[in-house]
């Protein structure tokens, strides 16, 4: 239920709950005041009676005595020496008696007078039918109101939440405060607030992707001599060794720095075809084997997606795949398990796990899951995920290994792509 509907349904009970209350107090107060009326007419007109009687011998005033319907207790109440009002009901109706004790000839008898209440009980029911149509009436007009109010408010919400959504999909130029209305009120300062933590987090992302973008740059120049000159080194010592492989770490390095400035300035354009899933995952496998990045290292895979085939780019797939296994090499332990599945591909580790804010927020570049290294394997894997149309969601297996699931769309993503 929307927020406006939840402010018009409470305004409504409100005035429901203000218009009863008031309503049964005023109705309250009008049947004890119509009944004092009809009691105090009653016992004058059986005065009046009673005195024309005493006079006259004359029954008057529709007075009668010993009259076979008046209610005993109106009865022992008057032969014992007092007058007494009471309600009853005579003929089918309901009425309201006057009874007092009279002296006939030698001894004591009982001298009534009764006289109907429907037209008190007239007055009662259009009491209660202005109390009900005023509170229809207050529902809806203040309802009204408070909806045209309520829808005001609802429709910025609203306009904020879209202009949100767009700053969370990367369009970091939008500010909430200029698609709401302008005014001084809680709205307002609400997305004043947030456009100043869009703007700061906005600085502080444009500063490190320039910062990941300068350095990949001014590292491939140089580089690129450092790895002429490193193939020039013939001789097999066991230096020359160490300096190829560091500079082909630093070449991989160079390259993820590279690829991380792609995907931040939107220059990747992935290339969408089928991909029977399973044979992709095994020709990965077979292909991170065959390079030596699992040597060493337990790999088990279940192939279990039931022969399906995925709209995506097999190139930035396989990245994603590798990327999630050369980390649980790195940073987690054996076995490492690979399961595909109709709807996702999941590797699990047997290590410690990811750390808490992995888990919270997603990984971090410049921040590996084991403390060391630049941390750019998950935060590629994520980058290119969210190319593809595809989630990854990084949590702890039941035993405390890192477990990460990279779902597959349910759809074309090339639908996806604008005209």
């Known amino acids: 239920m929307s927020l406006r509907w939840k402010i018009v349904i409470l305004i409504v009970s409100s005035v429901i709950i203000a218009v009863l209350a008031c309503g049964v107090i005023v109705r309250q107060s009008a049947a004890a005041a119509e009944d004092d009326r009809m009691r105090q007419n009653i016992s004058s007109q059986l005065a009046d ?8 011998g004359v029954l008057t005033l529709n007075t009668s005595v010993d009259d076979p319907e008046l209610p005993d207790e109106a009865r022992e109440a008057a032969l014992a020496g007092r007058s007494v009002t009471i309600r009853g009901i005579a003929d089918g109706t309901e009425v309201i008696w006057a009874a007092a004790p009279i002296e006939v000839g030698s001894h004591t008898a009982v001298i009534a007078v009764r006289a109907s209440t429907a037209e008190s009980q007239q007055l009662l029911n ?18 009204g109101i408070g ?10 919400l609203t306009l904020g939440a879209q202009a949100a959504r767009k700053i969370a999909a990367g369009d970091t130029s939008t500010r909430i405060s200029d698609v709401i209305d302008t005014g001084d009120d809680e709205v307002a300062a609400f997305a004043a607030a947030a456009d100043s933590a869009v703007q700061r987090l906005a600085e502080k992302l444009d500063s490190e992707q320039r910062f ?19 193939n020039l080194l013939e001789e097999q010592s ?20 590279l690829e991380v400035s792609r995907l931040d300035a939107g220059r990747a354009h992935p290339e969408f075809a089928p991909m029977s899933l399973d044979s992709s995952v095994r020709s990965l496998i077979t292909t991170l084997g065959a390079s ?14 039931e022969g399906r085939t995925v709209v995506t780019d097999q190139r930035r797939f396989e990245r994603i795949v590798s990327n999630l296994i050369v980390n649980a090499t790195k940073h987690g332990a054996d076995p490492i398990i690979v399961t595909t599945t109709p709807h996702a591909v999941v590797v699990e580790d047997h290590g410690p796990g990811y750390p808490p804010d992995i888990i919270a927020t997603g990984p971090t570049r410049f921040v590996s899951a084991g403390g060391g290294g630049m941390g750019l394997g998950l935060v590629i894997a994520q980058g290119q995920a969210r190319l593809l149309g595809m989630r990854i969601a990084f949590s702890n297996g039941p035993s405390g290994g890192a477990r990460t699931e990279v779902f597959l769309p349910e759809h074309d993503p090339r639908t996806d792509a604008p005209g």
């Open 147 to 156: 909806s045209i109010v309520a829808g005001q408010i609802s429709r910025r």
């Open 212 to 230: 990941t973008a300068d350095l990949a740059h001014e590292m491939r120049t140089p580089l690129t001599g450092l790895v002429n000159a490193a």
């Open 126 to 143: 259009a009491i209660d039918r202005a109390i009900l149509f005023g509170m229809l009436g207050s529902a809806i007009v203040i309802g």
């Open 238 to 257: 066991r230096p020359a060794e160490l300096v190829r492989d560091r500079v082909a770490r630093l070449q991989v390095l160079v390259e993820d720095l």
């Open 292 to 305: 030596g990045v699992t040597t060493g290292h337990e790999i088990e895979v279940t192939y279990a997606s």
């Open 49 to 56: 009676a009673i005195s024309i009687y005493s006079d006259t």
